[in-house]
């Protein structure tokens, strides 16, 4: 099954709405109005079935999961007893981020990549990486959906995109083994996570981890495909821009497993119904690795089998902002001058 | 003006209440309370009047200072009407984190810590950290409040604490230049930044920051201080371990202003009311820094003039969990052998 969120207009301005994608038939059902009209059927008054619609099927795909195994039950009634009512054509939305994630962290799970950037930054590559899967977590404000435009920040002249997958957490837990860990996964998203590469290395060189370089833009979508619909460890993954082929891989290639990088991130932490776990970037999945660029206007395509194809144009870069001054050391280096 | 948040007992289960503190009465006043009496006063139904006044002073911090300007407003009616009735021992409370932070970024500002850190842990220092604010997010799943055990995750042996001011944002904004950005700031809480630190250096030299050695607990609390009651270029911070002074500072020697710290973070990305940005941990303040460590049972009290005092007890060390499995490359290093 595949669920999507999408926006639609109301007296109180655009609201969220939580939708079921029908691929074959090329339709997306509207969850809440199918459930509302549901409990009208069973004599529900419509004021009172589209409260509980609305509280059942939130425009926020997080939410919704924090209902647990009661969610996807639940889709089947309302999908049984009223889908075709509620349904539109696929064409037509206007898309949302795939999830309103409350938290996306992101791995480095693709020793290809891990090597390319590292080399192309300028980076000392570490073995720890093979020890640890490393990751950051970037910022939930921005997260952009299917057809999106890319903002494209003051700071940078260097726009990347990135080829990855979004593992989406279904279920509250902490200090998993990789075999529990994975049963929190409720499905796929694809994930591109643009990148400032000019700032990058700078950034990371600190110690704390990406911050300007990654926190504009996450764009999450189209859809998240279940996980009983997909082999997480054989989904290809590609990249086009402009409809050019510019990426290849494969999920096959991961240092770690899906159920190792939610256990690892579960230890002492904890994961909750929505959030994401980018599996980090595909071999050669970024311009970065290929010696490229991109430019305003460019046209990216990332698709993964049995997912779908997320879409989005890179915006004209925004005009200048305020940087911070540079400061004077006073204990740094003094000593040894 | 202080607010906190406090934990009462309800037929649901526990619930969040926002609460005022006065500390020179030694009392604290039940926002929600003061409101549906005010509210009862003028005719209010006792049902209409409890369903105004939670969403009025709900139990989130972060969804109260969402209100924007209104919220203070709000305060003071409901003060000024029942405070007196709604108030209880200041002695009393179950203290919760002081703001359910939607995001917390913890910044690096201090220059004595960065010098000592890295010294430290054997990290390189890197004269980036004064061309701009590095900082880092931890996981908002791990907030604790004031009185609250710490956990000992069991993947580590030296567990330490960092003094920090908590500077909370109470709008929404991005892209904003230190003056616009400091109007941002809502008040101040203590910080706690409990680490680990011997996963630290190996975390932090993979370059996408720290993640176990942090995210296992974030104090914040007693409660906050709005800005009008503080000079935040002047905050006495000090750290005691059972009773004993182990560290002591003064925001005065930041390198960066808490103004230039929002500006930095809102640029291309955006902050919201409830987020907390830590300012980086005091000149000595961790054990790190004075060759120490913490034990279990160990009590550590933050103080800062103005805010209050947090105190938390280093809870036993969690027993065993899993631990990844090392990887072996494939192609890292391969060229080269």
Known sequence: MKFARTRLPGPDGDVARLVVVDTDGDRVVDLAT??????????????????????????????ALGTGEEFLDAVGRALDARGDDASAPLDGPDWLASVDAPLLRDCSAF????????????????MGHFEMPAYYKTSPSRLIGHGAEVPWPHYTDYLDYELELGFVVGKVGR?????????????????NDFSARD?????????????KSKDFASALGPWVTTIDELDVRALEMIARVNGEEWSRGSSSSMIWTPGELVAYISQGDELHAGDVIGSGTAPRGSALELGRKLSPGDQVELEVTGV??????????????????????????KARA
């Not at 290809?112 to 000392?124: D, S």
């Open 199 to 211: 700032i990058q290395a700078p950034e990371m060189r600190l110690g704390l981890g990406p911050t």
């Open 111 to 126: 020793e290809e990549h891990l090597v390319g950037y590292h080399e192309r930054l300028g980076l000392e590559m570490n």
């Open 308 to 333: 779908g194809v997320l879409r989005n144009v890179v915006g004209p870069k925004q005009p200048a902002g305020w940087r911070p001054p540079k400061k004077e050391p006073k204990i740094f280096g």
């Open 175 to 191: 200090d998993l083994d990789p075999e529990a860990a994975e049963s929190l996964l409720f499905g796929v998203t694809i994930f």
């Open 34 to 63: 199918a459930e509302r009209l549901r409990l009208q059927g069973r004599g529900a008054s419509e004021r009172r079935a589209r409260e509980v619609a609305l509280t059942t099927f939130p425009g926020s795909l997080a939410a």
